[in-house]
């Protein structure tokens, strides 16, 4: 049985942003959000182990943080009387008891773009989001942008002290405006799908991966002739179907050729066709990033076996991405392709040809992996090493820590997928 700080963790993780997005509405104010809850998480730690956890955990955490947001109004200097009575009116008065789905939904959709708000930079849109949607630490949140921490850190704080500054509204925009938020909003929502995907102590989060594919759906009800949208949902559909054969029994990592494809959930399959088909009748000029995604995400799930993906085809695609997104990762993604397509000896020189990605993790997994099937067990092993010192997540690193301690032969393991 968990512990009420277990439990408490727990209700951080999975409903903390919700909690949050709750009293960004309650408040108007991201900075007294943040203030305000966490000083309930605190009240949470001193009160559940002698209380007992309660049976709603998120709406105690929700009232508390409201009268906390009280209290931090009330006591801040910088505010006249007038301005301190009316936001205290503006508390007291709010509609908070958003403890449906929908109503909890549409906070975290307005908090999404209010954290996307086009006086941001998109760096620091997406960043922001991440932080504040989905609890991710400021390191985690590094990792999945690829920059360094402090560097991080201070696009962070100056993300927030321009929204203090520029007194962005907390709402979702006219319909005019959401053009110009698409893009960074689709971002925002597909790293969040990536969290929770690819992060945290344990492979996948699963709270996350909903909240993503729930946004999404939300999007499209905004912009339902934006086929980038619809792309982006039969993205995570596919991505998603996959979610109960990607960890063992012990919580290790299963690469996509060692997954049992009929555990894979064939509804979620079935409706990401139907979504990417729709995206491509959509896309009358050439598809963007998130068509082309999808459709490579649908060769491997349209695909009985590993042995039966069209590795040429998905070659093709990258080839396809790199003209709509000429990315570093996208390079690696198509390395990784042309090494199963045409073997890993164009792995491995397609993979050198974007040593920009050096300080990153899983360009030299996948050197690694490219390295054992050629039969250079030592070389390989020194990039393992390498990777295992550039902070993968925990599940990632136990399984280069595998591969060090039982290395494969010459073609005896692919990259697949992490």
Not at 25 to 35: C, K, N, Y
Not at 194 to 213: F, K, M, S
Not at 226 to 255: K, N, Q, Y
Request: glycine fraction near 6%; include cysteine.
């Amino acid at each position: 049985m968990s512990t009420p700080a277990e439990q408490l963790s727990a209700t951080i993780r999975d409903e903390g942003r919700r909690v949050l997005a709750t009293l960004v509405r309650i408040t108007g104010s991201l900075a007294v959000a943040e203030d305000a809850v966490s000083e309930a998480v605190v009240a949470a730690l001193d009160h559940w182990p002698r209380s007992g956890v309660p049976d709603n955990p998120r709406a105690w955490l929700t009232t508390v943080a409201r009268n906390k947001a009280l209290d931090i109004v009330r006591r801040e200097a910088g505010r006249s009387v007038k301005e301190r009575e009316a936001a205290n009116l503006a508390l007291l008065t709010q509609d908070w008891r958003a403890e449906d789905e929908d109503s909890i939904s549409d906070d975290m959709l307005r908090l999404v773009f209010t954290c996307c708000h086009p006086a941001l930079s998109v760096e620091a849109q997406v960043a922001l989001s991440l932080r504040t949607l989905c609890g991710l630490a400021t390191v985690d949140v590094a990792r999945l942008m690829l920059v360094p921490e402090a560097t991080m850190a201070k696009r962070l704080t100056r993300a927030k002290k321009k929204i203090a500054a520029a007194n962005i509204a907390y709402r979702v925009p006219d319909s005019a405006e959401l053009p110009q938020r698409l893009d960074a909003v689709a971002t925002t929502v597909y790293l969040l799908f990536t969290a929770g995907h690819l992060g945290g102590e344990t492979l996948v989060r699963p709270q996350l991966c909903d909240e993503a594919i729930r946004l999404a759906r939300l999007m499209i009800e905004l912009m339902p002739d934006e086929p980038s949208l619809r792309a982006l949902l039969a993205l995570m559909l596919f991505t998603d179907s996959r979610r109960a054969t990607r960890i063992d029994e012990e919580g290790g990592l299963v690469r996509l050729e060692d997954q049992d494809r009929s555990r894979w959930n064939r509804e979620a399959i079935e409706e990401g066709m139907q979504w990417v088909g729709s995206a491509l009748r959509r896309s009358e000029t050439r598809p963007n990033r998130y068509t082309v995604q999808a459709a490579i995400a649908a060769c491997h799930s349209g695909a009985a076996t590993y042995a039966d993906t069209d590795w040429s085809r998905i070659v093709e695609l990258y080839d396809v991405l790199s003209g709509v997104e000429n990315t570093p990762i996208v390079a690696l993604n198509r390395a990784v392709a042309v090494g199963e397509s045409r073997g890993p000896a164009a792995g491995l020189e397609a993979l050198d040809a974007i040593a920009s990605l050096g300080g990153h993790y899983l360009w030299h997994a996948c050197r690694a992996v490219m390295l054992d099937r050629l039969g250079r067990a030592e070389e390989a092993r020194s990039a393992r090493t390498t990777a295992l010192s550039l902070d993968p997540s925990p599940a990632e690193r136990a399984f280069l820590r595998a591969q060090l301690e039982s290395p494969v032969g010459p073609d005896q393991h692919r990259p697949g997928e992490i």
